[in-house]
């Protein structure tokens, strides 16, 4: 894998991932890429605190020339810089091309080929979404490799280029030498793209940042599981603010409200509306979110069964877990599971 860039300080490595834009690219797919990878490393800190951190990841439109262009539904782009023969980022992205899947690309890109093999055969790592992965397929780099696009091309692509083994209902696909080549399927599956390549350069945990920031769904169709405990209210009151952190610790006990109200030295009426005004919650909804985000922790990094994770954040009945569970993040715990360790055992295979 090529050596990360530096960024601008010149005390942080910054990786570079370049998004290729040609006249048959649609907008939304490019700027959208360009706005995800962006986010990396910078916006999570500045919804969550009020901080902007720093990014980690410089995403640059690319194209042969550099030239704005006018591109397909009368869109124009404005790429930050040219292909240029010395040109080698982390990694590239090819997203959706408005292509006629009879005719294919008809030879139209091959400077963009002949580019894109050399940044092959030099350790580059290349990303496609839906349709870009004809142009792959063109440069001969799929020969012999499984692969996947969007499901109105796979007939076409296996068609006209038969050396490659296309896998249609597949959304997702990594392969080749290092596991080079990513290509996921048709629709908003670049979004699944940029949260793998998120977690394949940054880390995991970012990857599950972002999909909870920007709503970002791994193969499932429920957007409430990316909800998060966020509360920007500045607390004054020191003896609430001490339950909090004393809650935090303390939040799989049995009754942990009545404890907290007890140690406040607070009368329990009093010490519940201080509570809410302090934090815009009632203590059981704030014991309620604590337990939640610790289970979705649990979940998304470990394997323990359902029943041990309810047991660890503080309910003994595994089918009230599930209820409370659903009732606050839209899925089960199963499916909260599946949408996030299955990203992770992904990128593990790499």
Known sequence: MPNPKTGPDATKPIIEIAILATPEATLSTVFGMNDLL??????????????MGEAA????????????????????????????????????????????????????YSAEIQWLQRYWANGGVIATACTGALLLAEAGLLDGKETTSHWGFTEGLARRYPAVKVQGNRAFIATGEGQRLMMAGGGTTWMDLGLYLIARFIGMDEAIRIAKLYLVEWHES????????????????????????????????????NAAIKNSGLSERSYIRRFKNATGMTPIEYILNLRIEEAKQLLETTTIPIEAVAETVGYQDASFFNLKFQKKVGLTPAQYRRKFLGLRELLRKR
């Not at 962006?38 to 901080?51: I, K, L, P, Q």
């Not at 405990?229 to 409200?257: G, H, T």
């Open 222 to 257: 429920s957007q409430h599981a990316f909800s998060y405990l966020c509360s920007k209210r500045q607390n004054d009151d020191a003896v609430i603010a001490e339950s909090q952190v004393w809650l935090a610790q303390n939040y799989d006990q049995s009754a942990p409200v």
């Open 57 to 108: 990841i410089k995403p640059t439109i690319v194209s042969l020339t550099g030239e704005e262009m006018q591109t397909v539904n009368q869109g124009w782009l404005r790429p930050h810089r040219a292909l240029t023969e010395e040109y080698h980022p982390d990694a590239i992205c090819i997203l959706e091309m408005f292509i006629d899947p009879h005719t294919g690309l008809d030879s139209r």
């Open 38 to 51: 962006a986010s990396v490393g910078r916006d999570w800190s500045f919804v969550t605190e009020g901080v």
